[in-house]
């Protein structure tokens, strides 16, 4: 199994400032069929995960254009440029590219400064 | 709009069984793969199982496989998860999730708890 790797596991941010987290994965997550598929999720206190990035860099709808997803092959980075009070949460990456099982990072948790 | 609705969680004693269901609206669920999620308290995330938009197609996690059983009804748009031999490890929210486009987990229920305990 593809294990994820998350960097670091606690994030302090000071309101307005931006916010780096990083995931790396145990092998390449480039598939056959030339696509990374690399997910990024938030889960807010008490809410449901909700997915924010698919395929590295794909914002999914709705998703503030301060949320943005790089990297390739095993490493990856979500950055949020400016950070809101909404932001506060727990930020998962996972792989679909060598499913079953799909597998997700330990999570990291963001809260303000 | 989307929604997925999970219903089903309670208190259950350990080699127990319980069964989930996830009832959607707001799409074409005969076109969709479904899925398992759950996440222990405290804890992170963890995909469970996932099933093909015809149900051809199933795969469990190892932690599951034997002891749970994903189903879908495409009349109903539900999904189900029967859960027997239940654990203490078992003990968590379970969340269904749609996938879309080949991208897993476009949208997720507001999760059902499920606790094992004597």
């Known amino acids: 199994d593809v294990v994820m790797t998350q960097s670091p596991l606690s994030l302090p941010v000071t309101l307005g400032q931006p916010a780096s987290i990083s995931c790396r994965s145990s092998?390449?997550?480039?598939?056959?069929?030339?696509?990374?598929?690399l997910n990024w999720f938030q889960q807010r206190p008490g809410q449901s995960p909700r997915r924010l990035i698919y395929?590295?860099?794909n914002r999914d709808s709705g998703v503030p254009d301060r949320f943005s997803g790089s990297g390739s092959g095993t490493d990856f980075t979500l950055k949020i440029s400016r950070v809101e009070a909404v932001d506060v949460g727990v930020y998962y990456c996972?792989?679909?590219?060598?499913?079953?099982?799909?597998?997700f990072g330990q999570g990291t948790k963001l809260e303000i400064k | 709009e989307v929604q997925l609705a999970e219903s089903g969680g309670g208190l259950v004693k350990p080699g127990g069984s319980l069964r989930l269901s996830c009832v959607t609206s707001?799409?074409?669920?005969?076109?969709?793969?479904m899925n398992w999620v759950r996440q222990a308290p405290g804890k992170g995330l963890e995909w469970v199982s996932s099933?093909?938009?015809?149900?051809?197609?199933?795969y469990y996690a190892d932690s599951v496989k034997g002891r749970f059983t994903i189903s879908r009804d495409n009349a109903k748009n539900s999904l189900y998860l029967q859960m027997n031999s239940l654990r203490a490890e078992d003990t968590a929210m379970y969340y269904c999730?749609?996938?879309?486009?080949?991208?897993?987990?476009?949208?997720w229920g507001q999760g059902t708890l499920v606790t094992v305990s004597s």
């Open positions: 395929k590295v860099s």
């Open positions: 099933i093909s938009n015809r149900g051809d197609y199933i």
């Open positions: 707001g799409f074409l669920f005969s076109s969709h793969t």
């Open positions: 996972m792989q679909s590219t060598h499913w079953p099982p799909y597998t």
């Open positions: 092998q390449s997550l480039v598939h056959n069929d030339g696509n990374t598929y």
């Open positions: 999730a749609r996938d879309w486009a080949s991208n897993p987990f476009s949208n």
